[in-house]
């Protein structure tokens, strides 16, 4: 039985990530991390490759991970987390380890879609009893804001700078949870910390289930945005009103939206605080709004026949 | 009497895999190392061994999820060859630099371009500076031995570091070769019970592994690194010690043959030495004083006991199966480097063999003999490196 999501209730719990990191304030990652956390009762040990958090949480004599947790290398934190998982299952069956113990993964998108995508599949494929979470802020921005393969279209980096030739990323988003289902794993969801109910009963039912599990969780960056550092949920919340983000699960093969908005507003609402949309809003780029907005329509359409039938209303 | 049997180089590693029981194996199939996990995982199939195989994707991901095992708490083990090893480059920094002891048999082989599964040393003189020890082999039973030590160094208290067992591709991994087995608890008495060290799942005791370190500290850890590596000596040598106990057979850092009145010799690693102690003893019975030192332990380099081994001869050819291009081979530059304290220096010189697999035939070190004779004898120019056995 998982624990209450009360917020009176999770107020008494303790925070596992130590205040002092040195993540940006208004940062999303630190938020969906510390959400994640509340929501899991058993002891859980965690993985993260080179990126944002992990060079924030663990430096030097410092670390602000009050539980178990491993850093190796950019590209393989999938792999990594499965060498740990497997040595448990080995010291399990030889008597010489006895608690149970859950095994997550926090990563960027930059190493889970790109860079470290090899080594999630292939943990994926082997059936490790972990959950993999990714805290997908649509670029790398612990290298300075370059475009990954989670960066939306048009979207403005310091490698796909809108200029007077390239209006941006000319490229759309890899469908990353999509490909993860596709593994035909038992969980695969998408959450956003503005639903934070939403996001930990997610982490509650995906670690109530044997074998990998994958959660895409929208992470705002104010640096790599350009937005205002205290918009973090405001811009998650209308990520998922225009449907650019949806909350959906798919358990077993079987797809259900977990939340539809009343009212869905159009995709121009989500990108104008943004500065790496700004150019978009010229006459000339306007196409790219539109071409952005068809595709996010047909995306939505296409979710809601799949798994609207049994979707909640908020 | 001890029973002497007949195996390849890689069924005698996967049966010390097997007597050594490692909690946790993460592997991935690359010729020539392929048939050694093959048949260990037999082992695991036939529930001969408590192992937990990890078969994953790449080379990169095995020495990840060794590194994650490792650090887990328990007793590792992989193996590769060649372009694997390649692949791994990355974490192999990685687990010297956060002190897991995983073992991993290099089976060795070249390198691409062109491509070519045959051995020569370039893969593992590529990951020399990665802060793993180096045990290097001649034939199937030096490999089983220094596989049944390399636990044994790897885990010391002191150490923590891990260990590349190297041994040739093909010419000792898919030959016949005689040699012998310890009993099985035997080996499981002298490797003795993995003691954890911080491990990662002492679940009530939470520990942080892999920091960002910058200019602060980096360079002091390093150095402490570098510290750990000294004090190999004296554990492999403690384990020598014991292994000759248990085995009758005793290994140095190096292995020394007709040396001590020699006035030319030949410096020499892996298998080719074999090839090579029978010219000897045939330049022997022609009354031409030559020796061989085999190195293997080649990191930590024992640099002093090298030189005072090798300061008397006249004349050294080097002979390295990896090279440097543009440069000397590896091998050469870790004997001119001995050697360069010593008031009276042997002419040094470098030759290359093998390559991809090119057979090293007798002829081939009668060739080195000679050109070291007329070397001593004043009679030619000293050629300091060049490639030997080439095709017309």
């Not at chain 2, 063999?353 to 000293?382: C, Q, T």
Request: aromatic share 8%; proline share 5%.
């Amino acid at each position: 039985m998982s624990s209450s999501l009360k917020i009176k209730e999770l107020s008494k719990k303790e925070i596992l990530l130590a205040q002092g990191h040195r993540m940006c304030q208004g940062c999303g990652a630190s938020i969906v991390v510390k959400m994640v956390m509340l929501a899991i009762d058993k002891p859980i040990v965690a993985c993260s490759p080179t990126g944002c958090l992990e060079v924030t949480t663990c430096i030097s004599d410092y670390t602000s991970w009050k539980i178990p947790w491993i850093h190796s290398a950019f590209e393989n934190a999938a792999a990594t987390m499965a060498g740990v998982e497997t040595m448990y299952r080995s010291l399990k069956k030889q008597g010489k380890i006895s608690e149970d113990m859950s095994f997550v993964v926090f990563a960027g998108d930059g190493g889970t879609y790109d860079i470290g995508f090899q080594s999630l599949s292939g943990a994926l494929e082997r059936g490790h009893d972990m959950l993999y979470i990714c805290y997908d802020n649509g670029a790398y921005m612990n290298t300075g804001i370059q475009r990954s393969g989670a960066t939306p279209f048009g979207a403005s980096t310091t490698t796909s700078p809108a200029g007077s030739a390239v209006p941006g990323k000319i490229h759309q988003r890899k469908d990353i949870t999509r490909i993860m289902a596709a593994h035909n794993i038992p969980y695969v969801a998408q959450a956003s910390p503005s639903h934070h109910l939403d996001l930990m009963r997610k982490i509650q039912k995906a670690l109530s289930i044997e074998g990998p599990k994958y959660i895409n969780i929208l992470s705002p960056c104010h640096r790599g945005w350009r937005s205002k550092p205290d918009d973090a949920i405001a811009l998650s919340r209308l990520a998922v009103n225009t449907s650019f983000w949806p909350l959906f699960e798919i358990e077993n093969g079987k797809t259900r939206v977990t939340y539809i908005p009343k009212d869905k507003r159009p995709l121009r609402e989500f990108l104008r605080p943004q500065g790496r949309f700004a150019h978009l809003f010229q006459p000339e780029n306007e196409w790219i709004i539109e071409k952005s907005q068809a595709k996010i329509d047909a995306d939505w359409s296409a979710l809601l026949a799949e798994g609207a039938c049994e979707a909640i209303e908020e | 009497m001890k029973k002497k049997i007949a195996v390849t180089g890689n069924e005698a590693l996967a049966e010390a895999l097997r007597q050594i029981n490692p909690d946790v194996c993460a592997a991935y199939p690359i010729t020539p190392q392929t048939d050694m996990m093959q048949r260990f995982s037999e082992f695991v199939a036939d529930g001969l061994v408590d192992t937990e195989l990890m078969l994953v994707e790449s080379e990169h991901s095995a020495m990840s999820a060794c590194i994650g095992a490792s650090a887990g708490g328990g007793r590792v083990a992989t193996a590769t060859s060649g372009p694997g090893l390649a692949l791994m480059w990355e974490m192999l920094y990685v687990a010297s630099g956060m002190r897991c002891p995983i073992v991993m048999p290099v089976i060795n082989r070249a390198l691409s371009a062109p491509l070519n599964i045959h051995c020569d040393h370039s893969d593992a003189m590529g990951a020399r500076d990665s802060g793993w020890i180096q045990l290097w082999s001649e034939n199937a039973q030096e490999a089983y031995d220094n596989m049944i030590m390399a636990f044994r160094i790897a885990e010391h208290t002191d150490i923590r570091l891990p260990v590349m067992v190297c041994m040739d591709g093909f010419i000792i991994s898919h030959s016949l070769g005689i040699m012998e087995f310890l009993a099985d608890d035997v080996v499981r008495k002298f490797i003795r019970k993995f003691t954890p060290h911080e491990a990662l799942l002492d679940i009530n005791h939470p520990v942080s592994y892999g920091p960002l370190i910058v200019t602060d500290q980096y360079h002091e850890y390093k150095n402490a690194q570098n510290n750990i590596m000294s004090e190999v000596f004296d554990v492999a040598s403690d384990v020598a010690a014991e292994f000759e106990n248990i085995s009758g057979r005793r290994y140095g850092f190096f292995e020394t043959y007709k040396l001590e009145d020699a006035e030319i010799g030949i410096v020499i690693l892996n298998s080719a030495a074999g090839t090579c102690k029978d010219m000897i003893d045939e330049a022997r019975r022609e009354g031409i004083k030559i020796g061989l030192l085999k190195p293997r332990l080649f990191r930590p380099f024992p640099y002093e006991m090298i030189a005072a081994a090798l300061s008397h001869l006249k004349v050294i050819c080097v002979l390295d199966r990896s090279d440097s291009f543009g440069a000397h081979a590896p091998l050469f530059v870790e004997i001119a480097t001995s050697l360069y304290n010593c008031k009276q220096r042997p002419v040094l010189i470098n030759r290359i063999y093998g390559l991809g697999g090119r057979d090293f035939m007798p002829e081939h070190v009668s060739g080195v003999i000679n050109e070291m004779i007329d070397i001593a004898g004043k009679k030619i120019e000293i050629i300091p490196k060049k490639y030997i056995s080439l095709r017309k």
